[in-house]
């Protein structure tokens, strides 16, 4: 099982890899949302802001804030689906990552993994 310092460490470089489209001129058309990461074997989430397809502004808080954007997954595979180890469309189909978001957000944001 994955660390609170790895979790946050996954995210971090989650949040650069979408700086660094948006600096390459391919940021994800994403509306400026709250997403919520919740890491139930944990019992923590992180937030953060999607702010013109760039994420950041990432803090630890607590699992039932409300958010536009909520992600649910174990700590492992948080970890292996940044590193891109774990497809995105594995782990949603197998049930290990869950998406509460609306329809247009949801295809939005798809690019963020």
Known sequence: MADRSQCEAALRALAVQTQRA?????????????????????????RGALRDGCLGDIIECLPGEPAQIVLTVASDD????????LPILTAWRSG???????????????TLL
């Open 22 to 46: 948006a600096a390459q001129g391919r940021p994800p058309h994403a509306p400026d949302r709250t997403v919520l990461c919740r890491i139930p074997d944990l019992s923590t989430a992180f």
């Open 96 to 110: 290990r990552l869950r998406v509460d978001a609306s329809l247009r957000d949801l295809m939005r944001a798809r």
């Open 78 to 85: 948080l970890v292996a689906l940044t590193e891109g180890s």
